[in-house]
């Protein structure tokens, strides 16, 4: 407190080193910060993160939709995941790896990251399969779709050169 003015109930300023957290720190002493960006970058998922900070996957979404600074350490660290699965992909590639191995991380692959060996309409029939007037046919009718429903109606009219109300 300043002895000049007595109203003031300023605190004076903390000296030192600040104490570290223990509530940041895992079980093995690291900061869980570090040890996220670890997990991603050995190719492990939100769950296996969960586990390590031991925290709930309901809590892990609460924090990444509240938490901004939360969120772009699991983006980073998300594209670290999926940095090391390519690589891994790519040096099992150089050295000749057996078929099973490529066959799990294709698997792997698949499943996790949304590849697809194909591309295929809602129709079941695949787009480079299709002739041009299919494929206009195609557009036409989606289009239709696309018109009849209310929630274009101020693309319809920016379209049409008129104001929205």
């Known amino acids: 407190m300043n002895s000049h003015n007595p109203l003031e109930t300023k605190e004076p300023k903390k000296r030192g080193r600040p104490r570290k957290d223990k509530a940041a ?15 991603y970058s050995e190719g492990g998922t939100d769950i296996e993160v969960c586990k390590a900070l031991k925290m709930s996957r309901k809590s892990f979404d609460r924090r990444e939709r ?3 600074a939360f969120a772009d350490l699991v983006e980073h660290g998300r594209l670290c995941s999926q940095a090391w699965w390519l690589e891994l992909g790519r040096k099992c590639a150089k050295a000749g790896a057996p078929a099973q191995a490529f066959s799990f991380w294709d698997k792997w692959m698949k499943n996790r990251y949304g590849w697809a060996d194909k591309v295929e309409t809602s129709d079941g029939k695949q787009i480079n ?22 929630a274009n109606i101020e693309i319809q009219n920016l379209m049409a050169g008129t104001k929205v109300n």
């Open 66 to 68: 509240d938490d901004p």
């Open 25 to 39: 720190l895992t079980e093995t002493g690291e900061h869980w910060a570090d040890a996220l960006l670890r997990i």
């Open 129 to 150: 399969e299709m002739s041009s007037d299919e494929i206009a046919a195609r557009i036409k009718q989606l289009n239709a779709k696309i018109e009849k429903k209310p």
